[in-house]
């Protein structure tokens, strides 16, 4: 089983070659997965600055506020989009439902750099 997870990550991570805008669904699906990998590195970017920003007492608090939503995200987005799962645009349906999820935290990880810690 854990192969197979392997070999699906291994295949998406792929498939952004594939990425043609308004093309097959195999080829959005690839474009939303690219977008997901760009917007999740963007946003692992950017949680390093905050992290560095921080002082030593704030910083295991963003590392937990961190670890949740990411796995809060993945769970939300499977639940949104669960009716789509035999579709064939599942995977750009799910993923751009990551990238949603990404932006929305990004504003979060801003505010803790200018603003610090919420209360």
Partial sequence: MALMALLSTEALAQAGADCVSGGT????????????????????ILYGDVMRSL?????????????????????????????????ADWPGRYHG???QQIKARDAV???????????
């Fill in 25 to 44: 669904i195999a080829q959005t699906n690839a474009c939303a997965v690219k977008a997901f990998q760009e917007a999740d590195t963007e946003n692992q």
């Fill in 55 to 87: 002082s030593a007492h704030e910083r295991p608090a963003l590392r937990k506020d961190q670890s949740e939503w990411s796995r809060q995200r993945v769970t939300q987005c499977k639940k949104a989009q669960q009716a789509f799962e035999t579709q």
């Fill in 97 to 99: 439902c990551l990238v």
């Fill in 109 to 119: 990880l801003k505010r803790w750099l200018h603003l610090g810690p919420p209360d």
